[in-house]
């Protein structure tokens, strides 16, 4: 199941529940308050698995339960009109930046991080930023990296970023709600948090408050020099 999974599955919840209390009769037999009776249980089914995470059973149960309805309603049994409502998805936009040259634990538990706040777009940094930034050429090119994020579950979106590194322009393009960092770009935080206060932004600045440590190669930094350990 893709992302929106809870809010649209509730908002399809909330469409039958509505219809069930105002629904009239136009011709009602015993067959008629059966099928209806079984919408209510398919209602509080879909309910039910949604409560426990499970949203491909919680969809199918509510599908069945529309299903039902639009029988009768067809039929000529019962009059009713849906609700017109938006079930779009409303998840926030959360923009996440970074170099990801090789990507290891580090980089999945931040992006699944990120994924809890919302829709997870990912800004890969150009070659230029790195060579800027780092003082040395990337590992991989740029377009290898944004590949392999793309790849990543927990990744809705990802773009390189722009050639001359320019985050206001970067905001304005993609137009986060919350822009959230890694534990270790401090430097970033604070340059991008004067901008939003600056130009008077309404996002959310947030980061992650620290590196996960369950294993010891957590970071490229670890495995650049495991490596010049082994074959340097």
């Known amino acids: 199941m893709t992302v929106c999974d809870n ?19 136009v011709d009602i ?57 938006d079930i779009r998805c409303k998840r926030k936009r959360v923009m996440v930046g970074g170099a990801f040259e090789i990507i290891h634990p580090g980089h999945i538990f931040f992006l699944r991080e990120a994924s809890k706040l919302g829709r997870v777009i990912v800004i890969v940094a150009r070659d230029k930023t790195i060579m800027k930034n780092k003082n040395r050429h990337p590992i991989v090119p740029e377009e290898q990296r944004l590949k392999v994020i793309k790849s990543i579950k927990y990744v809705d979106e990802a773009y390189l970023g722009s050639e001359d590194f320019d985050i206001l322009e970067t905001i304005e393009k993609y137009k986060p709600d919350i822009i959230f960092l890694g534990p270790d770009q401090d430097f970033l935080y604070k340059k991008i948090s004067d901008i939003v206060n600056k130009m008077k932004l309404n996002i959310k600045v947030e980061k992650l408050s620290s590196r996960i440590d369950v294993c010891g190669y957590s970071s490229t930094s670890k495995i650049i020099s495991k490596i010049l350990e082994m074959f340097g």
């Open 7 to 25: 809010e649209r599955i509730l908002k399809y919840i909330e469409n039958v529940r509505s219809v069930l209390k105002q629904l009239r009769y």
């Open 29 to 85: 037999d015993e067959n008629t308050r059966k099928i209806i009776k079984f919408s209510e249980l398919y209602l509080r089914d879909a309910e039910y698995y949604l409560g426990k995470n499970d949203f491909f059973t919680s969809l199918a149960c509510i599908s069945y339960a529309e299903g039902l309805l639009d029988s009768l309603r067809f039929s000529g049994k019962v009059s009713f009109e849906w609700p017109k409502s």
